[in-house]
């Protein structure tokens, strides 16, 4: 979906439009019938809003959330990775070089930290992490240094984003 993120954040949400997010994040598979009823509109108007809404780049995508665990990745890490220059081709060869890597299941470009990249990474075991880190994130150029935090337990996971504005109660 085109839209930049600054052409969404000034799209104006009526409750209508924020019952459907609401419902959406928590229920993606729910069919245009029951997404209408549930919002008291009619199929017709409610299916023109979702697509609207993907349109103006507020839904950006439909998936399945998998269980980790169940397919053998028992081990989360998150990573503070720190980087030697902060140039944008710098940046942008480590993006490139960790969205390759299946076992990162998120990277996000951080301040207030002395690193530079935070990892979310899902792994087998042990064994699995050294390698992806000694053998793959670690060998990337301009990788100066790598912090390793373990996930002992999820607290909150996959929480729906509000669709309320932060300055509304």
Known sequence: MPNSNAQAANVTLDRYDRQILDILQRHGRINNQELAERI???PSPCLRRVRALEDNGLITGYRALVDAKRLGHSLTALLHISMD??????????????????????????????????????VHDMD??????????????????????????????????????????
Not at 87 to 107: D, G, I, S, W, Y
Not at 139 to 165: C, D, K, M, N, Q
Request: aromatic fraction near 8%; include cysteine; hydrophobic fraction near 40%.
């Open 40 to 42: 008291g509109l009619s």
């Open 85 to 122: 220059r902060h140039t944008p081709e710098r940046f942008a060869n480590f993006e490139a070089k960790v969205a390759a890597l299946p076992q990162v299941q998120e990277c996000l470009l951080i301040t207030g930290q002395e690193a530079d990249y935070q990892l979310k990474v899902v």
């Open 128 to 169: 699995d992490y050294q390698n992806l880190l000694l053998n793959q994130i670690t060998r990337i150029e301009g990788v100066t240094g790598a912090h390793s935090s373990f996930v002992l337990r999820r607290v909150l996971e996959h929480r729906p984003v509000p669709s309320y504005p932060a300055a509304s109660p």
